[in-house]
């Protein structure tokens, strides 16, 4: 069954540090999204991509984000200057325009 | 302000019984509604997806009722087994199809041998 795969699973940074968090949608889907979510909190909606711009992006989102589909499978989630609130799972998912979403396993990150 | 709530407390049940969890929501008005399954540690599984016109869905053991005017979803697991423990998460899509998703913050359940 096909599946969405994310890189690294856990990754430790120090604050201030860039992280590249990575994923590889469902090679038919053209709707790929980014969510997150806080140790014991609810998953949060952070962006959605799609014919190679951003559909839709929440508060979370703002400048130190930053969404890339550099090839025909990855898809990358950047955060520039990392802070202690942004340690959490990061999930990355893809659908068809049905609205069934597919999520990866998630990259836990760990800001310190 | 906009709220999209489900049964906080776990929910404990015997195997073989249904089990039935509430998500209900204020201020939106979404497109449809979705129900995922999530392990700890893992990603959310797609489950079942109700639109606005739609009153019920139903998927092998899985049962799902959208009601708009009450802005509830009950959403039912026939003949529960073990195996369907785990936290169930409501999500409303409000961006009219773009899968902006707000999620619930999820009902905890026990099937119990």
């Known amino acids: 069954e096909p599946e969405v795969t994310q890189t690294p699973s856990h990754q430790v940074t120090q604050m201030g540090q860039e992280v590249i968090l990575r994923c590889v949608p469902i090679?038919?889907?053209?709707?790929f999204y980014w969510y997150r979510q806080i140790l014991g909190q609810k998953v949060e909606f952070l962006v959605s991509?799609?014919?190679?711009?951003?559909?839709?992006k929440s508060e979370i989102f703002d400048d130190q984000f930053s969404v890339e589909r550099p090839d025909g499978s990855n898809f990358t989630l950047k955060i520039r200057s990392t802070k202690l609130e942004d340690s959490a799972m990061y999930f990355c998912?893809?659908?068809?325009?049905?609205?069934?979403?597919?999520f990866g396993e998630g990259s836990r990150l760990t800001v310190l | 302000s906009q709220k999209i709530e489900q049964n906080s407390e776990a929910l404990n049940i015997q195997e073989g019984k249904t089990a039935t969890l509430t998500c209900n929501y204020t201020?939106?008005?979404?497109?449809?509604l979705q129900w995922y399954r999530q392990d700890p540690g893992r990603g959310p599984v797609f489950l079942l997806l109700?639109?606005?016109?739609?009153k019920e869905k139903r998927k092998e053991r899985l049962k799902v009722t959208f009601d708009t005017t009450l802005k509830q979803s009950l959403f039912h697991i026939t003949a529960s087994q073990p195996a369907d423990s785990a936290t169930y998460l409501c999500?409303?899509?409000?961006?009219?199809?773009?899968?902006?998703?707000?999620f619930g913050a999820g009902t905890r359940l026990a099937v119990h041998p």
């Open positions: 991509f799609y014919n190679n711009e951003i559909s839709e």
């Open positions: 998912a893809s659908s068809t325009a049905t609205g069934e979403l597919f």
């Open positions: 999500a409303l899509d409000i961006s009219g199809g773009y899968n902006k998703l707000i």
């Open positions: 109700i639109r606005e016109n739609e």
């Open positions: 201020n939106y008005s979404p497109a449809y």
């Open positions: 090679s038919n889907h053209l709707y």
